[in-house]
């Protein structure tokens, strides 16, 4: 990206409809951002968000020229009144009349009480992240696959939604694990462990939000310069930083049967090492520091530029991961 002056920081907030699913995205910016903003909508990984969900931007972030060319690329200015922030636990009931999309930390309360179904089904899927994390032996893996008949269905489900077989029908859990191969396997465990649970509002959002996280990291990651395990790591420790969140439970106990690596643990735990970094980095964009963000960008010697692109491909990852979510649950 062609840079004639300071680029500043960009973020996409992932915004609810009423019934708390993610909905549509919301321009955030720091100071500066017009400009910014204005050289990113002729790029087509840009322009390629608002084709999955409804993108808003603030009528005040955006001159005449700038929303015209926003709108252009199918954006539109958020109405009056129709944008509320919950910070408590989300009741329809209790929204405003207006209010189209939902804003705040609502889905980071405490979970509901889960069934025993439903708890034993994200153990399982956790147990399975950490069998592939390591390499295990796909007779391992088949075995906790036929112990949990939901995960084991939406597996099956989405392999052959893939098409990856080449036309055959899935018929069997080794064929099904050898044809999505492991890295694909773990991604989709990893969503897996988010994905919408009965009773439980919070899981799509949260979705949403981790997912824009773990590939946020990764792209930084790979920004920064660092190799491919490190970024397969930096992807990991967004995708568990909400682990804790997900369970209502506090994040050292979720990771304790867990043997993650070294990097990992002390970014999760301690916000430590260069994924500790990176991770406080996406956590300060995500809280609106985009000050203290472009610093930190300076100390790794990242290009903000190379951080936008970061988020607006994170942003369309997400987009990918619900859609993928929602297929295998039907």
Request: charged residues 20%; contains cysteine.
């Amino acid at each position: 990206m062609t840079q004639t002056m300071p680029v500043a920081l960009l973020f996409f907030r992932v915004l609810a409809d009423r019934s708390g699913r993610p909905a549509a995205l919301l321009l955030d910016g720091g100071a500066g951002a017009l400009a910014t903003l204005a050289e990113l909508t002729t790029a087509d990984h840009f322009v390629a968000l608002s084709e999955t969900m409804p993108c808003l931007f603030r009528a005040g972030m955006a001159g005449e020229a700038l929303a015209a060319a926003l709108q252009a690329r199918r954006w539109r200015a958020l109405a009056p009144g129709t944008l509320c922030r919950v910070d408590e636990r989300l009741v329809a009931e209790f929204l405003p009349a207006g209010a189209a999309w939902i804003d705040g930390n609502w889905c980071m309360a405490p979970p509901p009480k889960s069934t025993g179904a439903q708890a034993a089904s994200r153990v399982t899927a956790l147990q399975m992240v950490q069998l592939v994390a390591v390499d295990a032996d796909t007779h391992e893996i088949e075995a906790l696959l036929r112990r949990d008949p939901t995960l084991s269905y939406n597996l099956l489900r989405l392999v052959n939604s893939l098409g990856v077989g080449g036309g055959r029908r899935i018929t069997s859990f080794s064929q099904a694990l050898l044809l999505l191969g492991r890295q694909q396997l773990r991604r989709w465990l990893n969503l897996m462990l988010f994905a919408a649970r009965q009773g439980d509002m919070r899981s799509n959002m949260l979705l949403a939000r981790v997912a824009m996280r773990a590939r946020a990291l990764e792209l930084l990651a790979r920004a920064r310069g660092l190799d491919k395990t490190n970024q397969e790591q930096a992807f990991m420790a967004g995708m568990f930083s909400l682990l804790g969140v997900l369970f209502g439970m506090p994040l050292a106990e979720v990771l304790a049967p867990l043997t993650l690596g070294e990097a990992v643990h002390a970014a999760l735990l301690r916000r430590e090492g260069e994924l500790g970094v990176l991770l406080t980095l996406y956590e300060m964009v995500e809280m609106g520091d985009f000050d203290g963000a472009a610093a930190r960008l300076d100390g790794l010697q990242i290009a903000p530029a190379d951080c936008n692109d970061a988020m607006v491909d994170a942003a369309l990852w997400m987009q990918g991961a619900l859609r993928e979510t929602q297929a295998t649950h039907g």
